[in-house]
């Protein structure tokens, strides 16, 4: 079954307390991204990869780091989280049907951030 | 700067009422378009979208939208409600060649006995 899987789905931290939120997907696809999700203001984009080793940051990169290390995984890391940061998270892995063609997002289930 | 605005971030229906979910973009060129839904405590799932062939895009669970270049809009609709449809529903565009999505701020809706 194609699918993108994040892990934890839920996780409450202290503030300064470096985490990482793993994202993979099992669709070979070349495109990764990550999003947060606030209420009132949808979804945002914080950073993006086109490829292994290949990434760029996205609307709300502010506090966030990524690594393209393996085309399946992409994981998010806050090196030293904040209460700012307390938000939904989605991973996103994106297919490519053809050069004429939108992308089409498959997103994970998303990872439930707290941080006190 | 390109954009999408979602009209109300409330709505309520009654069961088996019509649902219009609002969604217009701003662009200068061509978009494609999205809507997505998300069940609570759910990921987001695409219901349909729009790549420049029928205007009228039929997706799942009954619900379809008519992409409007005249009116930059891409509304979303349903004839009859049912309670399985409360959830909060997203309009999203993109562009030929690009990875990003750029989504609305979402509508939640509603669906009264």
């Known amino acids: 079954e194609a699918q993108v899987t994040q892990n934890p ?3 409450i931290t202290v503030t300064g307390k470096k985490l990482t939120v793993t994202c993979s997907q099992n669709m070979n696809h070349e495109y990764m991204s990550w999003y947060r999700q606030d209420p009132g ?7 993006y990869s086109m490829n292994v080793e290949v990434t760029d940051k996205g609307d709300v990169p502010e506090g966030y780091k990524v690594s393209r290390k393996e085309k399946r995984n992409f994981p998010l890391i806050l090196e030293s989280p904040s209460p700012n940061q307390t938000s939904l998270y989605f991973c996103a892995s994106l297919s490519h049907p053809s050069a004429s063609e939108a ?4 997103f994970g289930p998303g990872t439930r951030l707290t941080v006190t | 700067a390109q954009s999408v605005t979602q009209l109300g971030s409330h709505v309520s229906v009654s069961e ?7 969604c217009n973009y701003s662009s200068s060129v061509p978009p494609y378009l999205f809507w997505y839904v998300q069940y609570p405590n759910q990921g987001l799932q695409l219901l349909l979208k729009y790549t420049s062939a029928a205007t009228l895009v039929k997706g799942i669970n009954g619900f379809e939208a008519e992409f409007k270049k005249s009116e930059t809009s891409f509304h979303l609709t349903k004839p009859s409600a049912h309670m399985r449809d409360a959830a909060e529903y997203f309009c999203a565009v993109s ?19």
């Open chain 2, 95 to 113: 562009w030929a060649g690009r990875n990003k999505l750029t989504f609305g701020t979402g509508t939640q809706l509603k669906v009264e006995l």
């Open chain 2, 16 to 22: 088996g009422a019509l649902v219009l979910l609002r």
């Open chain 1, 103 to 106: 992308y089409e997002q498959y």
């Open chain 1, 41 to 47: 203001l949808g979804l945002r984009q914080i950073y």
């Open chain 1, 9 to 11: 789905r839920y996780l």
